[in-house]
């Protein structure tokens, strides 16, 4: 059975982000009120241990490091600002601001622990960008070490008089908070709301260091290739339905799989599976493998449920969330009707079937609380 938790006033406006540390005992929260929260989970219940003001806009995203780097944490913010914090001392303290994003910073998170402590970035500039900590000592020198650009969100939706409205009514660029995400219009009419911006890294490090992203409202995900000895490079493009939006992107732990696993969530209320197939780090170095014989990278679609697009009856519903267990045999996924569900795999004689392992809706959970 699914137990729930609940965190009253956690926030004083909008909880925009909440995140778990390594081992589940600790909760990141950030909001609209330019805060960073850090709940302990004891005897069950989940006590505010730190709280401060990190950012001079609200902060839109939180990724925790993995433990062997100590407690550390990044803050991406609509002042276009990424922030590392870590806790020294009883108390958490800045130890770096990067600054390169042009735009609201929409999403971070840190590669997994063998590739070094390192922090992939997405901005509504059009770029993903990763970075390298030079002192793992200090957490005070990072280095830009990859970028890669896809260009700015272009918003089909509004006529040309509307965007000459628009930009002439702004200097450079007009922002407005709006259910969480910042409205950024720009010369061109590009707007920062209009698409999905999310990323994740691949956790085996057998596959090489490939991050999936997605960025504005293009309906692709872009599986993007780094590599310390040559440019990043985009090896596979998974493109959704015509229209649709994605809103989040998560890759499953491989666990030994020949394949990987890569779920997406959009805005028309879908949760989509993906199978992802291609060459390991062996299979790339392998020079004297023919070139027409080399693995190429590919993708299939395996599942697609449409439970979290109906909202109170109507269709419209929004994935916000999805996040694999850490064996990558469970999905969960949140969305805007209310519930959070968990999809699994089961094995039939027609093969492997994704399917429904539970539900719990939030708005019944507060109610019973309730009384």
């Known amino acids: 059975m699914l137990q729930t938790g609940f965190i009253n006033n956690a926030h004083t406006d909008l ?107 997405v901005s509504a500039d059009g770029w993903l960008r990763v970075y390298d900590c030079l002192d793992q000592t200090r957490l005070d020198a990072w280095a830009l070490a990859d970028q890669v650009e896809f260009g700015m969100v272009k918003n089909p939706g509004l006529d040309e008089l509307q965007q000459q409205q628009q930009v002439g009514t702004t200097s450079s660029a007009s922002t407005s908070s709006t259910a969480g995400a910042a409205v950024q219009v720009q010369a061109g009419g590009s707007r920062e709301a209009d698409g999905g911006w999310s990323l994740s890294w691949c956790k085996d490090r057998y596959w090489g260091q490939l991050v999936a992203c997605v960025l504005g409202s293009t309906g692709v995900v872009n599986i993007v290739q780094f590599s310390p000895s040559r440019p990043p490079q985009v090896v596979l493009k998974l493109e959704e339905s015509p229209g649709v939006v994605i809103s989040t992107v998560s890759w499953a732990p491989s666990c030994g799989r020949s394949y990987h696993l890569l779920a997406t969530g959009g805005r028309d209320g879908h949760v989509r599976i993906w199978k992802v197939d291609g060459p390991m780090i062996e299979d790339e170095e392998d020079e004297d493998e023919d070139e027409g014989e080399k693995k190429k990278w590919s993708a299939q679609l395996v599942a697609d449920f449409d439970d979290h697009a109906n909202v109170g009856g109507m269709t419209g519903g929004v994935v916000g969330k999805v996040e694999w267990n850490v064996t990558g045999t469970i999905l969960s996924s949140s969305g805007s009707d209310g519930r959070v569900r968990l999809w699994k795999a089961t094995t039939t004689s027609a093969g492997r079937i994704w399917r429904i392992a539970g539900s719990v809706g939030v708005e019944q959970q507060i109610q019973k609380q309730k009384e």
């Open 15 to 121: 909880v925009t982000c909440a995140v778990y540390d390594y081992y589940g005992s600790k909760l990141a929260t950030c909001g609209l009120d330019q805060k960073i929260c850090v709940w302990l989970l004891e005897d069950s219940r989940w006590t505010l241990g730190d709280e401060w003001k990190a950012h001079d806009a609200p902060v839109l995203h939180l990724a925790w490091a993995h433990p062997e780097f100590g407690e550390v944490l990044a803050s991406a913010s609509v002042d276009r600002t990424v922030k590392i914090w870590e806790k020294d001392k009883g108390v958490w303290k800045e130890k770096a601001v990067l600054l390169d994003c042009r735009a609201t910073v929409r999403q971070v998170e840190f590669s997994p622990s063998v590739f070094g402590l390192r922090l992939a970035v």
